[in-house]
């Protein structure tokens, strides 16, 4: 298996904290699950602090603090609370809401029961769409068309707050289209501003806030193994044993993991840029010590900690310790297989796989 690949397999596998696309923000209180889902009123996202609740996977609740952006509702606040729609009124109380970290949270059915509001929930991107006029229906429906005609799990992009790339900042997808293997993107941050850019399926331009949230969630304390081959001039050792920190973004949406050496030193290490969390810290980071997943003698790992190479390496052993080289060339005979390895100091010589020599260029 490609060493690359092996280590985003290793990532993947010994924490499993990062689901395809988007990491459900999800609560347990008295024995129900909450999952947070995205609000779009009248086709515009509306940026919050308090989410949307689905609640054990079949009852919708709206946050009493962003109902003042909903059309045709009143809050009377006092005791009891009470909120008004078109068609009448409701109290709020235990049959038709709950409360949360001192946010109290109404049933969805229950809002259009007073109003002449309607709306959909999209299960396929965890988002709702209210609207209370048709222009509104309208625009809800042009993005839920969108959200149906892309590829499998690509829908919860939609309402999730992102750091683009080649946009500075913070901004959340409000509408996403699919054609000829690319994902037109609209994205919008809290100031209003919205653009839209074109990014390919297999290479996103953007870095998810719920993945970057989750792996320093479940990373920060734990040990890692840095990978030195294409950091040259970290100050960081090769497989040294490190403490992972934190994961961030500057204003220009560059990221950067923080490790702390056994003296307590922290160092910082910019990230090279990809959609993944865990692709742009395999680059760089073993999550188990490799020492336990190869079975090679002491004098073969001292070599590699040193970036060195001793006659009679494997293949594995070389890339382990120089990298992959950028060529190669490869001669077969019936009984020998000869390989020449190019890299920008030397080439390297394989007979039947094991190292033979090397020559300085």
């Given at each position: 298996m490609?060493?690359?690949?092996?280590?985003?397999?290793?990532?993947?596998?010994?924490?499993?904290?990062?689901?395809?696309?988007?990491?459900i923000?999800?609560?347990?209180?008295?024995?129900?699950?909450?999952?947070?889902?995205?609000?779009?009123?009248?086709?515009?996202f509306?940026?919050?602090?308090?989410?949307?609740?689905?609640?054990?996977?079949?009852?919708l609740?709206?946050?009493?603090?962003?109902?003042?952006?909903?059309?045709?509702?009143t809050i009377?606040?006092?005791?009891?609370?009470t909120?008004?729609g078109?068609?009448g009124?409701?109290?709020v109380?235990?049959s038709?809401?709950?409360?949360?970290?001192?946010?109290?949270?109404?049933?969805?059915?229950s809002l259009?029961?007073?109003?002449?509001?309607?709306?959909?929930?999209?299960?396929?991107?965890?988002?709702?769409?209210?609207?209370?006029?048709?222009?509104?229906?309208?625009?809800?429906?042009?993005?839920?068309?969108?959200?149906s005609?892309?590829?499998?799990?690509?829908g919860?992009?939609v309402?999730?707050?992102?750091?683009?790339?080649?946009?500075?900042?913070?901004?959340?997808?409000?509408?996403?289209?699919?054609?000829?293997s690319?994902?037109?993107?609209?994205?919008?941050?809290?100031?209003?501003?919205?653009?839209?850019?074109?990014?390919?399926?297999?290479d996103?331009?953007?870095?998810?806030?719920?993945?970057?949230?989750?792996?320093n969630?479940?990373?920060?304390g734990?040990?890692?193994w840095?990978?030195?081959?294409?950091?040259?001039?970290?100050?960081?050792?090769?497989l040294?044993?490190?403490?992972?920190?934190?994961?961030?973004?500057?204003?220009q949406?560059?990221?950067?993991?923080?490790l702390?050496?056994?003296?307590?030193?922290?160092?910082?290490?910019?990230?090279?840029?990809?959609?993944?969390?865990?692709?742009?810290?395999?680059?760089?980071?073993?999550?188990?010590?490799?020492?336990?997943?190869?079975?090679?003698?002491?004098?073969?790992?001292?070599?590699?900690?040193?970036?060195?190479?001793?006659?009679?390496?494997?293949?594995?052993?070389?890339?382990?310790?120089?990298?992959?080289?950028?060529?190669?060339?490869?001669?077969?005979?019936?009984?020998?297989?000869?390989?020449?390895?190019?890299?920008?100091?030397?080439?390297?010589?394989?007979?039947?796989?094991?190292?033979?020599?090397?020559?300085?260029?």
């Open positions: 490609n060493k690359k690949w092996l280590r985003v397999w290793i990532w993947m596998m010994v924490f499993a904290i990062v689901i395809p696309f988007q990491t923000h999800a609560v347990n209180v008295k024995g129900s699950t909450y999952q947070s889902v995205s609000l779009f009123v009248n086709g515009k509306q940026i919050t602090q308090q989410y949307t609740q689905f609640v054990n996977n079949n009852k609740y709206i946050p009493i603090k962003i109902m003042d952006r909903i059309p045709g509702i009377q606040y006092g005791s009891p609370l909120i008004t078109n068609k009124s409701i109290t109380n235990d038709n809401s709950f409360a949360y970290a001192g946010v109290t949270y109404v049933m969805y059915k259009l029961a007073i109003t002449d509001l309607d709306g959909k929930y999209a299960s396929s991107a965890q988002v709702l769409f209210l609207w209370s006029d048709d222009e509104g229906k309208r625009a809800s429906s042009e993005i839920l068309t969108n959200i005609q892309l590829p499998a799990n690509f919860y992009f309402g999730e707050k992102i750091y683009p790339f080649y946009y500075p900042g913070t901004y959340w997808i409000t509408d996403i289209r699919y054609a000829s690319s994902l037109y993107i609209t994205i919008q941050n809290k100031s209003g501003d919205t653009y839209e850019f074109n990014s390919p399926v297999s996103l331009d953007f870095l998810l806030d719920s993945e970057l949230t989750s792996f969630q479940n990373w920060h734990k040990y890692v840095f990978d030195n081959r294409a950091y040259n001039g970290s100050g960081l050792n090769h040294e044993k490190l403490t992972f920190i934190a994961v961030q973004v500057n204003d949406n560059d990221a950067f993991v923080t702390q050496k056994s003296n307590g030193k922290q160092v910082g290490i910019k990230l090279n840029r990809q959609y993944d969390v865990g692709m742009m810290l395999s680059d760089i980071l073993w999550s188990k010590n490799p020492r336990t997943l190869y079975n090679w003698s002491n004098s073969v790992w001292t070599a590699i900690s040193k970036n060195k190479l001793l006659n009679n390496m494997t293949r594995e052993q070389v890339i382990l310790s120089w990298g992959e080289p950028s060529d190669k060339n490869t001669y077969q005979s019936s009984s020998l297989t000869y390989e020449q390895w190019i890299y920008s100091s030397a080439y390297l010589y394989f007979w039947n796989g094991r190292l033979n020599s090397a020559q300085s260029r």
